[in-house]
């Protein structure tokens, strides 16, 4: 293959996946109108059309949709390749993209990542927060953050965090003239801050648990939010109750700013777990980075 025919394979490779001439060419450090001259060549050479442009995306066509199948993992393999060379430096190096959720990353990424790169100065990490499930393939991230039940079952999974419970809670005053709920269906007669899946697009169902019985239930209220600490401010000033990460809020119990319910309704559940497609060969920064993330049980954690 000649070195100019390679350059427009990873052109088309770019645009193909970014589903954008002018985030492609970002990405390429190039121009648009050098980039669209790249893709033009390889169709002309190849007679075929590998892309649907119009004025608003860009899209592959079924010839641009094989070829994008037979590219992405002989590419993703050149890359997992070049990366396993840096074993031969006297230092690990190389750049890891992770997607990962608010929560985890400020609770379990960023404290191991602090202590981690001050270990290990030539790895580059970036982290998208990102509360929906991005396909970390299509997005060319190393691996994602999320809990162990959104995992796929295609992907090799490492638990990064111990298990994780859910707290309802109310502020002093949402509870001066009415009842505290002794039951997930008393839920119905209370004013409740509605979280927002990013996934689904849909308001989160309320979950529960007790002694093997699990409960869904709906709750209705004013509000509506698709992030955590926006509803604990609206909980504090009193406009509900809201169901959040019981380590987000066991401060404000703990000064009486807010009261907790349900308690008992709130079982543990599988904690967040770092995911990434199978490989045979991991590059080192990323097995190093693995490894520092992975949970250990200690003998001071119950659970």
């Known amino acids: 293959m000649k070195r100019e025919e390679l350059g427009e394979l990873l052109a088309f490779l770019a645009v193909a996946e970014e589903r954008s001439f002018t985030r492609a060419a970002v990405r390429l450090e190039t121009s648009q109108s050098a980039l669209s001259h790249t893709i033009r060549k390889l169709e002309a050479r190849l007679s075929l059309q590998l892309l649907n442009r119009t004025t608003r995306s860009v899209a592959p066509t079924e010839a641009g949709e094989r070829l994008l199948e037979t590219l992405r993992p002989a590419f993703d393999d050149i890359d997992a390749r070049l990366e396993a060379l840096t074993a031969l430096r006297d230092r690990p190096a190389g750049s890891i993209r992770i997607t990962t959720g608010q929560h985890a990353a400020r609770t379990i990424l960023w404290p191991a990542l602090a202590k981690f ?29 999320r809990l162990g039940e959104q995992v796929a079952k295609d992907m090799i999974a490492v638990r990064i965090g111990s298990e994780l419970r859910l707290a309802v809670v109310g502020a002093p ?3 001066a003239d009415r009842p505290k709920p002794s039951t997930p269906h008393e839920l119905a007669q209370h004013r409740c801050i509605n979280l927002r899946r990013q996934t689904q697009g849909g308001l989160y ?41 019981e380590d987000q ?55």
């Open 117 to 145: 790169l001050r270990r290990y100065p030539d790895i580059e990490v970036e982290l998208a927060i990102d509360q929906g499930l991005t396909d970390i393939v299509t997005g060319r991230f190393d691996a994602g953050v």
């Open 173 to 175: 005053a949402y509870f």
């Open 205 to 245: 169902i309320w979950e529960f648990g007790k002694n093997g019985r699990e409960l869904n239930v709906r709750v209705e209220g004013q509000l509506v939010f698709n992030e955590s600490p926006l509803a604990i401010n609206a909980a504090l000033d009193g406009f509900g109750l809201a169901i959040i990460m």
């Open 249 to 303: 809020v066991l401060p404000l119990i703990s000064e009486g700013r807010l009261v907790r319910v349900l308690a008992d309704w709130c079982e543990p559940f599988t904690g967040y777990h770092l995911y990434y497609p199978s490989r045979r060969e991991l590059p080192p920064a990323f097995a190093l980075l693995v490894e520092a993330l992975r949970y250990r049980r200690t003998d001071s954690t119950s659970e």
